[in-house]
Each structure stands twice: as C-alpha cells, then as structure tokens.
C-alpha cells in the first residue's frame, strides 16, 4: 500500500500538485494543513485566540472530518492561524494519530495515500515510499497567495502577503515541534519557474519510475 508524503512551505504548489497526483494515481488524499486550519477555525469562530494552547489542545482533541469542511478553513486569518496552533505540541500530538490512521488505512476503498504538510516525510510517514518537497522562492510563492486571494473576491497587497509568508515560514521552520524541513531521503522539486502542469509532469514521472505506478 504505497504513501506518498509531499511536504513544503506554504503557495509552494504542494497542494495543487498532491491532489493531482491522488486523482491520477486513484489513491486517497490528505491536506493535513486543513486539520490545523480547522483547528484555528473553531478557536476563531468562538472569538478566542490561537495562541492560547490549552484551548487549542482541547479543539485538536475533538476535531471531526465534518470540521474539515468549514466554510472559512481558506481564509487568510485562519491561514495564519493555523501557524500559530501547529507550532503547539499537544495539537501535533492530538492529530498524529488522525494523519497515521488515514495512511494506514485509507477510506473509500483506496489502496494508498497521498498526505501534504510540513512534516509528512520526517515525522508523520517517515517510511513513505516517496517523499517529495516543493520548494519556490518567497516573491513567488507570495505572487502565487496574492493572485489566489485576488481570485477569490478578497483583498490583498502583494507586499503585505510577502511580509505574512516570511513570517509563517520563520515560525514553521523554528519552532522546537516538527519544524518545516526536508527528509534526507526527500526529493526536492523547486517549481519556482514551472507551472502546475509542469510540475505534475516531474512528479507524476519520478512516482512512475519509483513505483510502477
């Protein structure tokens, strides 16, 4: 039962790319940052701060797939939310067991699975059987998260969303609890000057010729 684990820092292209992947290889799929996402929607939604961890511990602990769904889990403040929360260590604790179980056994009949995140390849499915890590530069990541919000109706400077990224990826890299690197055994696809197609082509080729697939 093959695990893909594709990690990376936030508009890298990893999500796009990961669905595409699960689609075209029919294997389950997971955005594990739409737990943490969930996580710091519930917390906002009772007006209450992502930075108080014993509050954000006791939403991980409770959290359903149903949550996975909340209309606002894409909006910027949730985004940066969910930062603050997946640097607390009892809410990693609280959705390891979440991330684990759906590579194990994955739903609908699937027979493998495909989970995004930060830390797939080191420390939730460190023996995945392909590990990959999508990286871009920062301008075009936060050009990326820009033009995505602008598609979305919502407002955005490009250089605020510049300034927010850099900040998100200090606090994923730095913080003490699985921090935002590469596996050693990762292949890392910059996708700075590819677009979507372009990169599924690379990553759809190299699982082919890892797998079978």
Not at 12 to 21: C, H, V, Y
Not at 65 to 70: I, M, N, S
Not at 72 to 101: C, M, P, T, Y
Not at 162 to 185: F, G, K, V
């Amino acid at each position: 039962m093959p695990v893909i684990a594709i990690d990376g820092p936030v508009a890298s292209g990893k999500g796009t790319l990961a669905r595409r992947l699960a689609e075209s290889l029919d294997l389950a799929y997971l955005d594990t940052g739409s737990l943490y996402r969930a996580v710091a929607s519930c917390i906002l939604e009772r007006g209450s701060d992502p930075d108080d961890s014993i509050l954000a511990a006791k939403v991980a602990d409770t959290l359903t797939a149903e949550d996975l769904d909340r209309g606002d889990i894409r909006d910027e403040k949730v985004g940066q939310g969910a930062s603050i929360v997946a640097a607390n260590q009892e809410v990693r604790k609280a959705l390891l067991e979440f991330q684990r179980n759906f590579a194990k056994t994955p739903p609908d009949g699937h027979l493998g699975a495909i989970l995004d995140g930060r830390d797939i390849g080191t420390v939730v499915c460190p023996d995945a059987e392909i590990k990959l890590f999508i990286s871009a530069t920062p301008e075009v990541r936060a050009l990326r998260r820009h033009k995505e919000l602008l598609g979305r109706g919502e407002e955005s400077i490009y250089a605020r969303v510049l300034a927010d990224l850099r900040e998100r990826d200090q606090r994923d890299r730095n913080r003490d609890t699985a921090p935002l690197r590469a596996a050693d055994d990762a292949v890392i696809l910059d996708t700075s000057d590819m677009d979507a197609d372009r990169a599924f082509k690379v990553a759809r080729q190299l699982i082919k010729e890892r797998l079978s697939l």
